[in-house]
C-alpha cells in the first residue's frame, strides 16, 4: 500500500511512502486488541482502594443492650454493619491489578489496529519536521493545514522531539508519541495517525522483530 506524504503546510510533496503489508495490511484480530487494552488499562489502575471493615473501626466495644427483652434483634457491637457509622462488609482492599500479555500478543495488537487505521483511511504521513522553539501556535497551524482540527489525532515520531513535544501537549485531543512508545491503547483512541516519514520504517523495524 503506497500513500501520499504532505507537508506540515497540508500540501502534497510528490513522495509516496510504501507501507508493509506485513504491519498495515493483514487481517485485524479483535479479540488480541481487546486483551491488550484491557492490559494497559488495568496497569493504570493504582489499587490503593480500601474501606475499613468491623475490626478496624474506632468505637466502643461495650454491648450496646442487653441481649433479651427488648423486643428487638440481639446487637453485640456498634460495629456491626448494621448500625450507621459501623464498618463495612466485604470493602475493597488494595490490591495489584497488573496482569502478563505475551509479547507477541501485544505486537499484534498494533498490528492489528495499524491495518484497521489504514483500511478505513485513518493513516496520514507528514513529512519529517521540527519547530525551532516551543509553540503551540504553529502546530495549530499544521493541524488546520491537514484538516484535522477538533479530531483525535496521534502524532507518531521516529524519536523524541522537545519542541514538538511542547507545542502540542496544551491541545485536546492530541497526542504525541515515539514509534517505539507507542501502546495498542493509544493507537486505537485516535481518529487519525499522523505518522512521520521517519518513524514509517521505524515502526516496521519494531513489529517485524
Known sequence: MEIAVLNIKGEDTGKKVSLSEEVFGIEPNQHVVYLDVKQYLANQRQ???????RAEISHSTRKIKRQKGTGGARAGSIKSPLFVGGGRVFGPRPRDYHFKLNKKVKTLARKSVLSAKAKGNGISVVEDF???APRTKEYLSMLSALSLTGKKTLLILPAHDSNVYLSGRNIPKVNIAVAEDVNTYDLINADILLISEGAVSKLENLLNK
Open 47 to 53: 489499587g490503593t482502594h480500601k474501606s475499613k471493615e
Open 130 to 132: 521540527t519547530f525551532n
